[in-house]
């Protein structure tokens, strides 16, 4: 019996206000708040509050058959809950239901596994911390920032516990081999490893609304028949998409919504099932291990990294950022961490993508004219970020020396709070062994 992960992709990340270089030392505010609001307002209302609703409607109808995965960025909920807080309350309603899996990611949607294990770490756990927080659900599935996966970035999830992680169905990892069917990490063979059909999924994703492909229209009927075709010995199909296909990419009267409504019906005709991945891993064994020695994602043709580090412009940008990791995580200052994490999301480097300018394009969703303009204005910030940096913890001073003071001040806090409660102690006790009067005459 096959059995069909359905999977979105929630990411938003702060959209950068025209920053100038007269601003640095300045202006230590870099968001555009009206654009931010305005872009989340139109997400919601558009795709997230209807899309949901459906999804509610689906699974009550198909009493729980029918089930679904999401993974939303930090940086993302943290927007929702500033300018949207109703559709946080429709994911909790999703949650609610038993049939919905929130997976862990990076809370910025950032390219830390690459550049910085400790940060990664740390942005993990705090992602994860959020969704049982506002879910009641702790994640034991991960996707990483683009489905970006190597053998190394799994062996770091698999010892961080996590039990399965969701990546691109690449050919050249696959080769002749399916992407419905389940592998694992070929350094930790305890990492179970879904692969993207990337495919199926498009075909959805981005041509739906297609007037020129050869399939227009797209109709649940013909999509499932597509899915029961599949050899009898696959019996995994991941469909891996961002959720704003549903309502912004491919507008509501695009027929995109009664597109979903319908595939449990024709679903059930073809008697394939519907599953959560953490579900479906579960049900599954391994068939062999996926080997995956350079990372991989789920962007353009060449499912790599060059999207945002293939040219210098974003090498330079990614190596200020990440050379001041270690002085960020030393200090205390809120703000600082704050634009530290938003300053990572990997959609300013996408901007600054060179590949697709040099084909007369610009990056998807882009709110720069050109990638030398993102460039410009995400490095004058990182200049105004930096010297704040350096404000704190001076660059003349070394790491080392940086740790050894810092650990010095914990402890002087951690021996502060230790006495401040044994004074409180002993006047409690003090004052329990003082004798009442005695107001008789």
């Known amino acids: 019996m096959k059995t069909i992960c359905l999977y979105f992709q929630i990411h938003q990340p702060l959209q950068l ?61 943290d927007l929702l809950e500033r300018f949207a807080p109703e559709v946080i309350d429709s994911f909790k309603a999703l949650a609610r239901t038993g049939h919905v899996e929130f997976l ?5 949607h950032s390219l830390a596994s690459i550049y910085d294990e400790d940060e990664f770490v740390r942005q993990v756990k705090a992602h994860t911390d959020k969704i049982k927080s506002l879910f009641d659900q702790t994640p034991t599935a991960f996707r990483n920032t683009e489905l970006i996966l190597s053998n190394e970035i ?22 002749w081999k399916s992407p419905n069917l389940l592998y694992s990490c070929a350094a930790n063979p305890k990492l179970k490893i879904m692969m993207r059909n990337f495919k199926l999924s498009d ?83 391994p068939i062999a291990a996926a080997n995956i020695p350079y990372p991989l994602s789920w962007a353009d043709e060449e499912k790599d990294l060059s999207a945002w580090k293939g040219n210098d412009l974003q090498a330079e940008a990614l190596d ?8 960020v995580h030393l200090c205390t200052d809120t703000a600082l961490k704050y634009d530290w ?11 600054m993508c060179t590949k697709h300018f040099s084909d007369g394009k610009i990056p998807h969703a882009s709110p720069f ?13 990182l200049s105004d970020f930096l010297q704040r940096v350096a404000a704190q913890y001076p660059d003349s001073i070394e790491n080392e020396e940086l740790n050894a003071l810092l650990q010095t001040i914990q402890n002087q ?19 329990k062994k003082v004798p009442k009067k005695n107001n008789t005459k």
Not at 49 to 69: C, D, R
Not at 243 to 266: C, N, Q, T
Not at 413 to 431: F, G
């Open 17 to 77: 206000k025209r920053y100038r270089f007269f601003d640095i030392g300045s202006d230590h505010y870099y968001y555009d708040d009206y654009a931010n609001e305005a872009i989340i307002r139109h997400k919601a209302d558009v795709c997230y509050l209807p899309a949901n609703k459906l999804l509610l409607e689906m699974i009550t109808a198909s009493k729980g058959q029918f089930k679904v995965a999401f993974s939303i960025s930090g940086v993302t909920i």
């Open 104 to 108: 862990a990611e990076t809370y910025a």
């Open 154 to 175: 799994g062996e770091l999830i698999a010892r961080m516990g996590y039990k399965l992680v969701l990546t691109e169905g690449a050919k050249h990892v696959l080769g």
């Open 203 to 285: 075909d959805i994703s981005f041509r739906f609304s297609d007037w020129s492909w050869a399939q227009h229209p797209l109709t649940a009927e013909k999509y499932m028949q597509w899915i029961a075709d599949i050899p009898a010995d696959e019996p995994l199909v991941n469909l891996f998409m961002g959720y704003e296909a549903f309502g912004e990419m491919h507008r509501a009267d695009s027929g995109i919504f009664e597109f979903l409504k319908a595939l449990p019906s024709f679903a059930s005709i073809h008697k394939i099932s519907f599953s959560t991945p953490s579900l479906a891993a579960s049900a599954l064994k």
């Open 320 to 327: 200020k950022l990440y050379k001041v990791s270690e002085r």
């Open 341 to 351: 994490i938003n300053l990572q999301s990997s959609d300013h480097f996408y901007y």
């Open 369 to 381: 004219d050109t990638p030398f303009d993102a460039f410009m204005n995400y490095m004058n910030i």
């Open 413 to 431: 806090e951690k021996e502060i709070k230790k006495l401040e409660i044994q004074i409180e102690k002993i006047q409690n006790t003090s004052t």
